[in-house]
C-alpha cells in the first residue's frame, strides 16, 4: 500500500473568535477577521495587533464592533518587549502547527518561520 501523501488542509487550525465593542477592546488584541468600513474597503487585514493608535482611528472610522482572537494571553501587548515578542512569535507557531508538528517537513517550516519572524524584530 503506497504512503499516503500530507496535504496542507490536514492541519487544522481552529481560533476561538469573539465580537466585542470597540469599547471593550484593548491595545495587544489580536484582529481575527479582515476590519472593513462601510464601503467595504480594507482598513486593515486579520491578524492585526491592535495598538492604542489603531483603536482611536477605529473610533475615527465609526467603526463599533470587531472580531478578536480569544486567546487569553492575547492581551498583552508584546511590541514592548524583545522577550515577550520572541515569546508571541513561539506561542503562535506553536498553536499554528501544533497538528502537524510529527511531520518533518511541517517542523522545519515552523522552525523557517520563528528564524525568519524573530529577525525581523
Same mark, same amino acid.
Not at 7 to 22: E, G, Q
Not at 80 to 106: E, K, Y
Given at each position: ?48 495587533? =491592535? ?6 482611528? #477605529? %473610533? /475615527? ?47 522545519? =517550516? ?6 525568519? #519572524? %524573530? /529577525?525581523?524584530?
Amino acid at each position: 500500500m503506497p504512503s499516503r501523501r500530507f496535504a496542507p488542509w490536514d492541519c487544522a487550525i481552529i481560533v476561538p473568535v469573539r465580537l466585542v465593542r470597540l469599547d471593550e477592546t484593548k491595545p495587544g488584541h489580536r484582529v481575527s477577521r479582515d476590519v472593513t468600513d462601510a464601503r467595504g474597503s480594507l482598513l486593515f487585514k486579520s491578524g492585526t495587533m =491592535l495598538t492604542f493608535e489603531l483603536i482611536q482611528k #477605529l %473610533k /475615527g472610522w465609526k467603526i463599533t464592533h470587531v472580531f478578536i482572537d480569544d486567546t487569553p494571553s492575547q492581551i498583552i501587548d508584546p511590541s514592548q518587549n524583545p522577550v515577550a515578542r520572541a515569546m508571541a512569535i513561539d506561542r503562535d507557531l506553536d498553536r499554528i502547527f501544533a497538528d502537524c508538528s510529527a511531520h518533518p517537513i511541517m517542523s522545519r =517550516l515552523r522552525d523557517a518561520a520563528s528564524t525568519y #519572524l %524573530k /529577525g525581523r524584530m
